[in-house]
Each structure stands twice: as C-alpha cells, then as structure tokens.
C-alpha cells in the first residue's frame, strides 16, 4: 500500500519564494525577472516563447562551467541527433515522450514553428562544436487523461499546467546538472502562470534515480498507473501556486 501526499495550501508558493522554500536543496534560483507572473498580461505564451527565445534563454553556472539553457532551434537537427545517438539503452528506455532517433532529432527541429511543445536544451557553448547535454519538453495543455486520473486520486488539475519530461546525458549524470537546470525550468513554468508542475508520461516506479531527484526538487507522488508501454508508473507533482 503506498501513501502518497496530497496538495497542501502554502503561505509562499515557488513562483513567489522559491529560493526561501527550497534554500539549500536546488540553486541558483530563478532569475528574478522571470517570475514576476502577477498579472495577466505578463504570461509568456508558446507562440511567444518560439517567436522570441531568447526571452528564455539564460546562461546557468555548473562546476564553473558555462551552461546555456535555451529553446531548441531549427539549426539543431545534426546537434540533438548527436545528443540522441549518444544515450545509453538505459536512459533511452526512461524517456517516454518519444523515441532518441536521428530521424526523430530532425523531425522535432523541422517543426518547432508548429510545435505544440517546447523544447529546451543545454548546450556547452565553449566545445567544439557546442554540443547539447541536456533536453527538456514541456508541455501547456492539460489532458483530459491526465485530469482524469489526477482525480482518481483525489487531485483537482487547474489548467495552465507544465507537463515536463527532461532527459541528460549520461556522461553528465549524477553530478548535478539537473540540479543546476531544474530552477531555469520552474522559473519558465512561473512566466507561463501556471498552477503545478507534473512529470510528462510520469516516471517508472523503478526509476530510483529520478525519483530522488524530483523529489529533491518538491515533486511528490500523487498515485500509479499502467502507462501505454504497459509499466507502472508514479505521477509526480509540484504546485505552483
């Protein structure tokens, strides 16, 4: 029998005071300038975010090296191929999004102006040539799936939700690269107004490692289901606001 936890009303939410909730657990913090999601007419949009995205780009210090977190573009195609050829079996079968093929690499790269998702990826600048080490997507919309069974356990979804599924290299795993990403993509999902952050597709209930790692991050388990492939998995959940 697993317990799980359920939303708690907090005095001061992560789009509000992340860095005095999570102090000492995830740094840096957002940039100040984007969390500032009071009103309206300061939410970022998808087409907003694709049409300008250096409105999210931002440069992240790891192990005193230069990171930067960015929108994928439409020149990326030979570089997420590389980043997706180079994933072992094991991390390959962690992702559930999509498949890590070339053909899937360019296909995502072709598509970015239609895009229904946004994908971002961490690039070593200073390598030759600058290769992607990281690769995040989030996603906008709120399934009707995805309400229904939040409320199977008892969780009442408001949209606008960030679904995310990340994925990182395994040559730079385990040493805090996820860490150091991890508050870049809260602070996107805190300009994009919305109310909690969910894992997209879940993660596998033997997926001790990125467990962990969420729940270092404040995602907690809200129930499990038999995901399309057949496994079970933990729907995992971070609220916002």
Known sequence: MHRFSLPTPLADTPCLE???LHRGSLTPAPPKDMMETSSSSETLTLPVAIAHPDSITHDVTWRDERITFR???ADDGQRLARYFASLSPDTRRMFAPHPFTPQQAHSLCGDIDEDTMLRMVAVRPQSA???IIAYFVLSFELPDEDR????RY????????????PS?????QRQGLGSALFPELLAIACRFGCTCLTLLGGV???????????????????GVFTNRNGRQSYDMALWLR
């Open 148 to 151: 229904s069974r939040y409320q």
């Open 204 to 222: 596998y209930v033997d997926n001790e490692q990125a467990i962990r790692f969420y729940e270092k991050a404040g995602l907690r388990k809200q």
């Open 154 to 165: 008892g969780v009442d979804l408001l949209a606008p939700i960030c679904r995310f599924g």
């Open 168 to 172: 990182v290299s395994d040559s730079f």
């Open 129 to 131: 040539p600058a290769s």
């Open 18 to 20: 992340y860095d005095s």
């Open 71 to 73: 929108p994928l573009r």
